[in-house]
């Protein structure tokens, strides 16, 4: 953020710097809350005809303003199927000034020919192996801001949005220039009227993080617009300036808590998270590991290893003490909990991701299929 901006944004907002931070895709994993082979160059924009979204002091002055450029980032990895229908939801989008970049990560099968077939004007980026949610996301974010997108929509595969989702974020994004990063409802796909996630925060309890709004009824507790702590990596909308201030997401963390961390990056840099409830989105949930149902596996473990890491970066003594105890006293009865419904294993896996961070060992990717 240029100086000129945050001095607009603290004078014409009145918004300050304070405790709000941003955030599969899935959102990083809570309790009860992916070498690139060739590139096709056909970046153009899919969105239809829509409402103008400009700035509120324009729109006062009776002024034209062209819409900020926006590429949505859409990871692929052996999910096809979810990311044509996201594709297809995005071409619906209201949104005029639309380009989408799809990163695939290493994917058994290239799904260049059938998007291209299917839809046409999508740039695909081919990864050679599985680089991780991280650094799959900022393949396509560079390609992106090299493009000269005023904003990047990083959105997972295996969601669907509404036609009127991105008008949303970039106006909430237009009204509040200190944020670096624009996140909207969640909604569950096989359960629409209930909200997937709204926003996160930070609890250094065992899992780390709360998933707000989890679960609850879309009856519209989450309709209103406020700065939040982090958002979740399904759906953010970031603005091209902050990710050159702050960095991408850091690819130490390979996937899970990456949007955690970058919110935290974000705030020291200056910039804050928006949450609006007008923008919505569909979601599967963690489809690549398993479905949202699904307890064990990679996502435990990465998650309790990036848990780590995050603590490490970003955490106080207090914290991280905190953490550690809440991880002592529950872990026993989270065992047997797991234990009588035969998902004791997610609860090893989590165990053995803060064991290899603490000891700042390799992720085993082979081992966890993730390679």
Known sequence: MTTSSKDHAAAGQGVGVAGAALGDRGASDAEPTTGERGVSVASVATGGQGASVASATAGERGECVAEPAVTAVVLNWNGLSDTLACLASLSACSYPSLSVIVVDNG????????????????????????????????????????????????????????????????????????AGAVGGKVLCSDDPGRIWVAWGRVTWRQSLIELVGAGCLDDGKFDDDREVEWLPGCSILFRAEALREAGLFD????????????????????????????????????????????????????????????????????????????????????????????????????????????LRRPIPFTELGLR
């Open 107 to 178: 994917s058994r099968q290239s799904p260049a020919a059938e998007i291209a077939q299917r839809r046409p004007g999508v740039e695909v980026i081919e990864n050679s192996n599985n680089m991780g949610y991280a650094a799959g996301n900022n393949v396509g974010i560079r390609r992106a801001l090299a493009a000269g997108a005023d904003f990047v929509w990083v959105l997972n595969n295996d969601t669907e949005v509404d036609p009127g989702a991105l008008a949303a974020l970039v106006r909430e994004a237009n009204v509040h220039e200190e």
């Open 251 to 358: 690819e130490d963390f390979f996937a899970y808590h990456e949007d955690v961390e970058w919110a935290a990056r974000a705030r020291v840099a200056g910039w804050t998270s928006r949450y609006t409830g007008a923008s919505r989105i569909y979601h599967r949930g963690n489809a690549a590991s398993g479905g949202s149902g699904h307890y064990g596996g990679f996502r435990k473990y990465l998650s309790a290893r990036n848990s780590v890491l995050y603590a490490r970066k970003h955490g106080k003594l207090r914290h991280k003490l905190f953490m550690a105890a809440a991880i002592v006293l529950t872990l026993p009865f989270q065992f047997l909990r797991r234990l009588a419904t035969g998902e004791a294993g997610g609860v090893v896996m989590k165990v053995r991701g803060w064991r290899d961070a603490l």
